[in-house]
Nanobody, 116 residues
Framework: QVQLVESGGGLVQPGGPLRLSCAAS????????MGWYRQAPGKEHELVAT????????NYADSVKGRFTISGDSAKNTVYLQMNGLKPEDTAVYYC?????????WGKGTLVTVSS
């Protein structure tokens, strides 16, 4: 059973940076898609960023383009989400996701609060 564990969330002031980490129990190279979603209070899940292995493609939501960067470290089996220029509207629970062999996996999420 694949496990994804997010960390790095917390309270940050507007304009500040934060880096989220997602530690996977399996080699991240075994997943054909990895990414980050978020869910703000009272809203639906929103795709933030994804990496599609076979196309070497990275996609970002328009709302985070130029501010967020997804990356991975195969040696640590960890995926990161570097978030810069944070805004109050980025406040949400952030979830790490991965897809492999026709199954989707989700972490339990980490809360990011952007507030002064």
């Amino acid at each position: 059973q694949v496990q994804l564990v997010e960390s790095g969330g917390g309270l940050v002031q507007p304009g500040g940076p934060l880096r989220l980490s997602c530690a996977a129990s399996s080699r991240i190279s075994s997943f054909y898609v990895m990414g980050w979603y978020r869910q703000a209070p009272g809203k639906e899940h929103e795709l933030v960023a994804t990496y599609i292995k076979y196309f070497s493609s990275i996609n970002y939501a328009d709302s985070v383009k130029g501010r967020f960067t997804i990356s991975g470290d195969s040696a640590k089996n960890t995926v990161y989400l570097q978030m810069n220029g944070l805004k109050p509207e980025d406040t949400a629970v952030y979830y790490c996701t991965a897809s492999s062999s026709g199954r989707d996996y989700w972490g339990k999420g980490t809360l990011v609060t952007v507030s002064s």
